[in-house]
C-alpha cells in the first residue's frame, strides 16, 4: 500500500488544512525514488495548472537519492532552479542540496534544524496515519469480500457504522442485525466467529 503525504508550513507554523495525502498509482512495488518523482510531479503540476503561488522551499525527506529524484520532477515542469528545494536525511541530519554531493550539517541546537526536523516528523506522522486507515480499511474489504452474499451496499454501511474488522467482530449479533438486516447480520456473525475460532 504505497502512500505519501505533503504538510505544509507558513512561517514556521503547520497549516493543517493545507495537508495532503496521496496513493502512489505509477509504481509497483516498494521503489522510494519513483514514488517520490510521481508524488512531486502530481503535486506542482496541478500547482502550476491551478496557478497557484509556489513555496519559497520545498523539503525533500531523504537524501541524495529523494532529492535527484524530486529533482526530475521539477526539471519536467521546469520548475528546477525556479523553486529551492532541499533533502533532510535522518540518520545523521544532514541537509543536501541539489548537484551538492557534499551534505551540510547544521548546528544541533540551532532553531533552523530543529524546524526542518518538525517539518519531516509532521510528514512521517501524517503519512503513517494515512497508510495504516488505508491497509485496515483494504484489509476489513477483503475480509468482507469473502462472505456470501455481502455486495457492495452491505460493505459500504458496515464500514461506515464501525470503521474497523475489530469493532464488526465484537458487535453484538442484535446489532449487526439492526445494520444490515436479520439474515445478513447473522451471516457476518457466524462468519467472523468461526473465523476467529480457526484462528
Not at 20 to 38: A, H, L, Q
Not at 91 to 116: A, G, H, V
Not at 147 to 161: M, Q, S, W
Not at 162 to 171: D, S, Y
Request: charged share 30%; aromatic share 8%.
Amino acid at each position: 500500500h504505497p502512500t505519501a503525504s505533503m504538510v505544509y508550513f507558513k512561517y514556521g507554523k503547520p497549516l493543517k488544512h493545507q495537508y495532503r495525502r496521496y496513493n502512489v498509482k505509477t509504481v509497483i512495488g516498494p521503489d522510494d525514488f519513483s514514488s517520490m518523482t510521481e508524488i512531486i510531479y502530481r503535486r506542482y503540476d496541478r500547482i502550476l495548472k491551478e496557478k497557484k503561488t509556489l513555496p519559497d522551499l520545498i523539503v525533500v525527506d531523504g537524501g541524495k537519492g529523494q532529492l535527484s529524484a524530486a529533482c526530475i520532477s521539477l526539471k519536467k515542469l521546469d520548475l528546477y532552479g525556479k523553486v529551492p528545494i532541499i533533502g533532510i536525511a535522518k540518520r545523521l541530519e544532514e541537509i543536501y542540496f541539489p548537484e551538492d554531493s557534499i551534505p551540510i550539517y547544521l548546528n544541533k541546537k540551532s532553531t533552523s534544524l530543529k524546524l526542518l526536523q518538525f517539518i519531516r516528523d509532521e510528514a512521517h506522522r501524517f503519512a503513517i496515519t494515512h497508510h495504516r486507515n488505508r491497509r485496515s480499511k483494504e484489509s476489513i474489504t477483503s475480509i468482507l469480500d469473502s462472505i456470501p452474499g455481502i455486495g457492495t451496499k452491505n460493505k459500504t454501511v458496515l464500514l461506515k457504522e464501525f470503521k474497523t474488522l475489530c469493532q464488526i467482530r465484537t458487535a453484538s449479533i442484535s446489532t449487526l442485525k439492526n445494520t444490515i438486516g436479520d439474515k445478513l447480520g447473522t451471516r457476518v456473525h457466524n462468519y467472523l466467529s468461526k473465523k476467529k475460532e480457526t484462528g
